[in-house]
């Protein structure tokens, strides 16, 4: 194979990748309680910990108003709450409490459970190729977050896609 076919090969499961990474989300994202920046917000304090406003902002792309808004939403949800930082006290930080929590274990359940009775639709060598798939994308995932300076949560002792028996 010539490096012109390996670069269209390359750039066509790029964009294959991309169209299906746009797909799960929107699919596995659930709309009817809370928006994607605001679920994205909590996961990133239960990953990161307590964090400034002016850094949540940043890290998900909004303007600082929209982030005061979001924030003081979760707050008023009791899902966030805001805290002095031990380090400076006239530092205010942000940070996920326990029913926050709560919340996004549930979200993850109720995701996890859709998509077991997605894969539960296809056939063994189906589940195994899209496993084997997965495997394969997901420390390159990981590596364009890591580059865009967000960490990755870490992953489970075992990571595994199950087959049908």
Excluded: C, K, W, Y
Aim: aromatic residues 0%.
């Amino acid at each position: 194979m010539d490096q012109s076919n390996s670069a269209d090969g390359a750039q066509g499961t790029a964009h294959a990748l991309a169209e299906v990474a746009s797909a799960v989300v929107r699919a596995l994202t659930d709309r009817r309680g809370m928006s994607f920046t605001t679920a994205a917000t909590l996961a990133r304090l239960e990953r990161e910990g307590p964090a400034r406003l002016t850094a949540l902002a940043t890290a998900e792309g909004v303007a600082q108003p929209s982030m005061t808004q979001l924030v003081q939403r979760l707050e008023a949800q009791g899902l966030a709450e805001r805290i002095g930082d031990p380090a400076d006290g006239r530092v205010t930080l942000v940070a996920i409490t326990d029913a926050g929590r709560d919340v996004l274990a549930e979200r993850r359940r109720a995701r996890d459970v859709r998509l077991a009775g997605l894969l539960a639709t296809l056939s063994d060598e189906e589940q195994r190729t899209l496993g084997a798939a997965a495997r394969t994308a997901l420390p390159l995932v990981r590596r364009m977050l890591e580059d865009d300076g967000v960490r990755p949560r870490p992953l489970p002792a075992q990571h595994h896609t199950g087959s049908r028996r």
